[in-house]
């Protein structure tokens, strides 16, 4: 079956630009994950939905990174008037049917990511 | 503020070789403490731990939690090139939030 997908994979913006990058989760999973990964780091978690509520937003680095998720499966994450210290890869992960859940399985598949460069 | 540290940061090992990967945690609301393996791509699930002392294995890797110690290891035995990677630690809380570490960097050179 179809794993998580994001586009656009690769984003080159320049500095003050919006951009919105876009993540399909697999289907049937009610929580959503956005995370920004530095070179060399580990993901920096931005923030979480379960189906289409915002639990948490606290990841997230200013109010010019915005997130939605308006109908419980597919989220946008908009990064308003970009800076360079945006640039990393933005990847999005997906977990838990509500099967899982109630059996306790746990696993959290991720996208690609999209590598946001902004110039 | 919640956050998992890993150790060491990076680690260079011949073939052959065991490692031993380190992670540490401290977070409210602690579920499951995750392990994923990140190549030149997205990460990749290893394990999930929710119970002390009850090692997980998988062909040559194998993991462990001490929630008293509030930490885990990460077990490569007779390590291969292909295991060179980021190796991720995270720590799941009860709502399903996920704090990574740093990551471990594994270069296994023949």
């Known amino acids: 079956g179809a794993g998580v997908s994001q586009s656009p994979r690769y984003k080159v913006a320049k500095r003050g630009q919006d951009v919105a990058l876009r993540c399909d989760p697999i289907?049937?999973?009610?929580?959503l994950f956005w995370y920004q990964q530095a070179l060399g780091q580990g993901p920096e978690f931005l923030t979480y939905?379960?189906?289409?509520?915002?639990?948490?937003k606290s990841g997230l680095p200013s109010d010019r990174f915005f997130a939605e998720r308006p109908e419980g499966s597919v989220s946008t994450l908009k990064i308003q008037r970009t800076q360079q210290e945006d640039s990393a890869v933005y990847l999005c992960?997906?977990?838990?049917?509500?099967?899982?859940?109630?059996?306790?399985?746990?696993?959290?598949?991720f996208g690609p990511g999209t590598r946001l460069t902004v110039t | 503020e919640d956050k998992v540290v890993q150790s060491p940061l990076s680690l260079v090992v011949h073939e052959g070789d065991t490692v031993t990967l380190n992670c540490s945690y401290e977070?409210?609301?602690?579920?499951?403490l995750l392990w994923y393996k990140q190549e030149k791509k997205a990460p990749t699930f290893l394990f999930m731990l929710?119970?002390?002392?009850i090692e997980k294995k998988s062909g040559r890797l194998s993991s462990i939690l001490d929630k008293k110690e509030l930490s885990s290891i990460l077990n490569i035995t007779a390590t291969q090139t292909g295991d060179s990677a980021i190796y991720l630690c995270?720590?799941?809380?009860?709502?399903?939030?996920?704090?990574f570490g740093p990551g471990t960097s594994l270069s296994v050179i023949p």
């Open positions: 289907s049937g999973h009610v929580s």
């Open positions: 995270a720590s799941k809380t009860s709502y399903d939030k996920v704090i």
């Open positions: 939905f379960q189906n289409e509520a915002q639990l948490d």
């Open positions: 992960a997906s977990s838990s049917t509500p099967e899982d859940r109630r059996t306790n399985f746990y696993e959290q598949y």
């Open positions: 929710t119970s002390s002392g």
């Open positions: 977070v409210t609301n602690f579920r499951s």
